[in-house]
């Protein structure tokens, strides 16, 4: 009897421990991907006025900002309900740890009266982002669900509706293209209708995910999907020939079928192509699923072979209390929360195609799932904000290094890729602060005239 109640144990036990070595390997493996990827090598050659090199010049080097794109949802800083110490407090918290946000230009909020689109409050966004030192992206151009498609625009014919959807684009675009220069064009495309069905429904209010007729795509075929994806990525690029043109989709973990229709519909698009140049990978459906490590490095990989950048769009996981699905077992707590994330991001980062992770909301007191924020309603940090923070402001930055400059003047470092500072400090004492930028696709090799000046 005692055999028959242990063996499952033990059976359970061994899947548990066996699933803890399938993570570390492919953890270990993201790791050394980040120190092969994610860094550059660099030389410094510091030379005096006269251009003559400066030996036993003391350099310390440290960074100040990444070229990596780790981003999350801003714009709760600009609800009304908040106080100016609030306003502060949030700001801080999100440049703390953030560099790069998604705007939301969807067409039913964006404009909910015809010819009145709210631009004015996009561009205090905007100046909150310059003023804050973070990189804004656009979302989204278009996409078939109700809030791409407002109410309004059903008074129309399908041809004049698709003309004042092609104006939309291009004044988006090219209205905004010196402060905006990357958008999602397209959302969801293989998961929502394609244009010219989701024109027939004119049932107004917000269909929910999964059962509302913008998602039930059963035999859609991607020749009805291509045609409008298609348009509106020549219509984004005519209005920027310069932007970045991202295409953004939801399930591509959880789910291969999607997956491999999603493969399909972009591997068609370059075939023809049309200006897509990079590949959105949405992180929350199923929302307590804890993504299988295989499977996330999968759909990586299989993305990978389209040769485009991939994005990280969405990703929130919980800390709601609601039991775990997928690959782990137990309940969505605040630690749980932490690990999971951790785990992605490094699995993430670690692989070389992508280009920007993207959390879904900042706080607990207005995310769109609950307690799927890095801070609570106080908006104070739970474990994950510490454990993001620890990663990518500590483990994933080159701070503190000293070097002594050679008889040639120079040093030579490894550090990952952004903006540093470097303070030089001469045999006197004096002290001499110049800035660098570390870019995989630029120079490494920095030439430093010191002028024995404080700067």
């Not at 502060?88 to 009145?116: H, R, S």
């Not at 299989?302 to 039991?323: A, V």
């Not at 630029?442 to 404080?454: C, G, H, P, T």
Request: hydrophobic share 35%; net charge negative; glycine share 8%.
């Amino acid at each position: 009897m005692f055999l028959i109640c242990f063996v499952p144990a033990l059976l359970c036990f061994s899947q548990e421990e066996n699933k803890r070595q399938i993570e570390e390997k492919l953890l270990l493996e993201a790791k050394s991907n980040i120190e092969k990827h994610r860094k550059g090598n660099a030389q410094i050659t510091v030379l005096n006025a006269q251009g003559e090199p400066e030996s036993n010049m003391k350099i310390e080097i440290n960074q100040i900002s990444h070229d990596f794109l780790f981003g999350n949802l801003s714009e709760e800083v600009f609800r009304p309900e908040l106080t100016d110490s609030e306003r502060t407090k949030f700001t801080e918290m999100f440049t703390g740890l953030f560099n790069f946000t998604e705007l939301t230009v969807k067409w039913a909020p964006y404009e909910p009266q015809q010819g009145k689109p709210e631009w004015e409050k996009l561009q205090e966004k905007l100046d909150w982002c310059f003023a804050s030192g973070v990189v804004p992206k656009g979302h989204t151009l278009g996409w078939t669900h109700d809030a791409g498609t407002p109410e309004w625009l059903y008074h129309y014919s399908p041809e004049e509706a698709t003309q004042l959807y092609e104006a939309r684009i291009k004044n988006l675009v090219g209205g905004f293209r010196d402060q905006i220069t990357s958008w999602d064009v397209i959302n969801e495309p293989v998961t929502t209708i394609p244009w010219e069905l989701a024109l027939l429904d004119t049932v107004g209010g917000q269909n929910k995910i999964d059962d509302g007729i913008r998602y039930k795509v059963d035999g859609i075929t991607l020749n009805q999907t291509i045609p409008w994806v298609e348009n509106s990525y020549r219509w984004a690029y005519e209005a920027n020939p310069d932007g970045d043109f991202i295409i953004n989709e939801f399930y591509t973990i959880a789910k291969p079928e999607i997956r491999e229709k999603y493969f399909n519909l972009i591997t068609e698009l370059l075939q023809r192509e049309v200006p897509v140049t990079g590949i959105g990978i949405q992180g929350h459906e199923p929302r307590e699923m804890w993504f299988s490590p295989v499977e996330l490095v999968a759909t990586f990989d299989k993305f990978q072979e389209l040769g485009l950048p991939l994005h990280i769009t969405e990703f929130t996981p919980q800390s709601s209390g609601k039991t775990i699905t997928g690959w782990r077992e137990g309940v969505w707590t605040e630690e749980a929360q932490a690990e999971f994330a951790e785990q992605f991001y490094t699995l993430a980062f670690g692989h070389p195609a992508m280009a920007s992770i993207h959390w879904w909301g900042l706080s607990d007191r207005f995310i769109w799932l609950k307690s799927g924020g890095l801070i609570d309603r106080d908006f104070n940090p739970k474990p994950v904000y510490h454990r993001l923070k620890k990663l990518i402001k500590e483990d994933w930055m080159t701070k503190g290094l000293q070097l002594t400059s050679d008889q040639n003047g120079q040093v030579d470092f490894r550090g990952f890729f952004g903006k540093y500072e470097l303070t030089l400090t001469d045999s006197e004492g004096s002290i001499c602060k110049k800035e660098i930028h570390l870019n995989k696709n630029a120079s490494v090799e920095f030439v430093i005239v010191y002028d024995n000046q404080k700067n």
